[in-house]
């Protein structure tokens, strides 16, 4: 998972982005909301790490900017030293998904990151996925369009089941890169760019199948379901 870190102490950062890195997870980590805001508006992240007390904005002002703007209820841990019933419950209230207080223990946060990224994802153990006329078949990674199977290369099927996965949701072409072509680093983007012409033709992905790929200008791709 790409994990957005909302943390002003170094040594606490350094410690959260340890502790998660080593089960693979990928962490940065910004000291203040302003910097965490810009990243999470304008990146792709898929779970937030918020503290409460930070230098410039509290992290309940955080949590209520991202809910208002970000176009999908991004998960969101609170890792704060304030305990107390009353914060937890405006925690809750304010859009927070989970809450910890400080000393995080590593096993416990990764054991409800995960749970988090299974409950944002219910579909990830599924065989069949019905989404509108489109049947997505993880086993023998096959797709078809009102039953009739179409013809995908193995890296169409891995962009397809992504968009998916995570329609609505604005996705950075470094971001695909990453996930599906396993990617991290001084690769053209381009290859992004022709794949997605690609499959708005090859699966019909249109008003008339009951989704578009939208170009989201500098940023990356959103797939989206058409009434």
């Known amino acids: 998972m790409r994990i957005a870190l909302l943390e002003d102490e170094h040594e606490q950062a ?72 009353s914060d937890i419950v405006r925690a809750l209230d304010a859009g927070a998904d989970d809450y910890l207080a400080k000393p995080a223990r590593a096993a416990e946060l990764l054991a409800r990151i995960n749970a988090l990224a299974r409950r944002s994802n219910p579909d990830s153990e599924k065989e069949v996925l019905v989404y509108g006329p489109f049947e997505v078949n993880t086993q023998q990674r096959s797709i078809s369009l009102h039953g009739e199977p179409l013809s995908l290369t193995d890296k169409d099927f891995d962009l397809t089941l992504f968009l998916f996965q995570n329609q609505g949701r604005l996705l950075t072409r470094e971001m695909l890169l990453e996930r599906v072509w396993g990617l991290t680093k001084d690769i053209n983007t381009r290859t992004v760019d022709t794949h997605m012409s690609r499959l708005r033709r090859r699966l019909g992905l249109n008003p008339e199948n009951g989704f578009r790929i939208k170009t989201i200008y500098q940023r990356g791709y959103r797939l989206e379901a058409v009434a």
């Open 14 to 85: 350094q410690r959260i982005q340890t502790i998660v890195s080593e089960k693979g997870h990928h962490c940065d980590s910004f000291p203040t909301g302003q910097a965490f805001l810009g990243a999470v508006l304008h990146r792709s992240y898929d779970l937030m790490i918020l503290d409460w007390q930070i230098p410039d904005m509290t992290g309940i002002d955080v949590l209520e900017n991202v809910r208002a703007h970000l176009n999908w209820p991004i998960p969101a841990i609170f890792l704060t030293q304030r305990d107390s019933e």
